[in-house]
């Protein structure tokens, strides 16, 4: 039998470390941080336990290349949902209903993603974020930006800002008045992306309806709740 070539090892350790990653995500939501430990993950993955320590220097370098991975690969998701745009404050209001529907889809991971960015060692770099980052830059400077190093930066903040407020134990603020904000702050039309009331399916299944659903209708914007 000839050896596998440089291309096919490649593709190999790609979808090894690919499962690795999914099934950190997995693990999170089921169990919580604390609880899921690097045995778990090789074990759902399907992979030998070394090849964790091989990937990753440790547990929270993997969840967070993990949720870099999920909201890069949600957020692409959503730009490519037909019908397709080319709009750049449409794409834009996708890229936000999408980061802020994780909240809802992805809850204990989310939160464990923000409170594992306040740790020493902070903010991880990796191939995931590092595809996050571009995607996002891309979204702002489609949506017109003259300066994208300055305001991907700012979308970021802003995004993050959001997801923590809407995961705070006890105090959460509810996604339509995060969406609210977010949308005046960029000026973008409430109807665009996918506005409360509508029903369209996200990739992964989730009724997108209930995402928004809440009892004010002061949440929605003045300009469009006028008669």
């Known amino acids: 039998m000839s050896p596998r070539s440089a291309s096919v090892n490649e593709e190999l ?17 089921e169990r919580g941080f604390e609880a899921t430990t690097l045995a778990g993950i090789a074990d759902r993955a399907g992979s030998a336990r070394g090849l964790v320590s091989y990937y990753f220097p440790g547990k929270r370098q993997l969840v967070q290349s993990a949720v870099h991975r999920l909201m890069h690969r949600t957020l692409e998701e959503a730009l490519e949902r037909e019908p397709r745009t080319e709009d750049g404050r449409e794409r834009l209001a996708r890229a936000i209903d999408a980061i802020l529907g994780l909240t809802q889809d992805h809850p204990a991971l989310m939160r464990q993603h923000m409170a594992g960015l306040l740790q020493a060692e902070g903010f991880v770099q990796c191939p995931e974020q590092r595809r996050l980052s571009e995607l996002l830059g891309d979204t702002v400077a489609r949506y017109g930006s ?4 300055a305001d991907y930066p700012m979308l970021r903040a802003a995004l993050m800002g959001a997801v923590f407020a809407a995961l705070v134990p006890g105090v959460p603020m509810p996604v339509p008045a995060l969406r609210r904000e977010l949308f005046g702050r960029y000026a973008l039309d409430w109807d665009l992306g996918v506005p409360p009331g509508s029903t369209p399916e996200s990739p992964g299944g989730r009724d997108l309806s209930r995402f928004f659903a809440t009892e004010n209708r002061d949440d929605r914007p003045e300009s469009d709740t006028a008669s």
């Open 13 to 29: 350790r790609r979808r090894s470390r690919e499962r690795l990653l999914q099934a950190a995500v997995e693990l999170v939501d």
């Open 146 to 149: 003259q300066n994208v190093t």
